[in-house]
């Protein structure tokens, strides 16, 4: 690596889809188990979510960044939604990517303008870039949702 890193984070997982992760200082731990549509109990997030939580989060902070540079303070919202997809290729799975971008007041035309940059910019989105299937897309922004 050689970028200087800012920032550096770790988890430890015991038992993969049935186990559990954790930072190294235990502050975050969390059950992790096989949702019930791939034949798990469901007890507990999985990877696929806690993909889509991180990415979500990291996405929106960069849509923040493009509307604090333009002086737009509308409120907004990040839906992303992660599937686990069958891989014909090796048999195994792959992951798909729907972004959907909300921004109060605004039209569909300048929310997909500030997505478009927005997902330039995300870290997940560079790391993804290339390697998943990725769609983003303004949606009306709907409170509370």
């Not at 696929?48 to 996405?59: I, K, M, R, T, V």
């Amino acid at each position: 690596m050689a970028d200087q890193p800012v920032y550096t984070t770790s988890s430890v997982n015991t038992g993969g889809r049935s186990g559990e992760s954790h930072t190294p200082d235990r502050s975050y731990e969390v059950n992790i188990d096989t949702p019930t549509e791939m034949g798990g109990k469901g007890n507990g997030t999985n990877p696929e979510q806690l993909f889509a939580l991180g990415y979500s989060a990291c996405y929106h902070s960069a849509l923040d960044h493009y509307k604090r540079e333009e002086k737009i303070k509308n409120k907004s919202q990040v839906t992303l939604t992660v599937h686990l997809l069958k891989d014909p290729s090796d048999g195994g799975f792959k992951l798909g990517v729907e972004i959907e971008v909300g921004i109060e007041d605004m039209s569909e035309s300048e929310v997909e303008e500030l997505a478009k940059k927005a997902h330039q910019y995300c870290p997940y989105s560079k790391a993804t870039m290339g390697n998943i299937d990725v769609s983003v897309s303004a949606v009306p922004y709907v409170e509370g949702k």
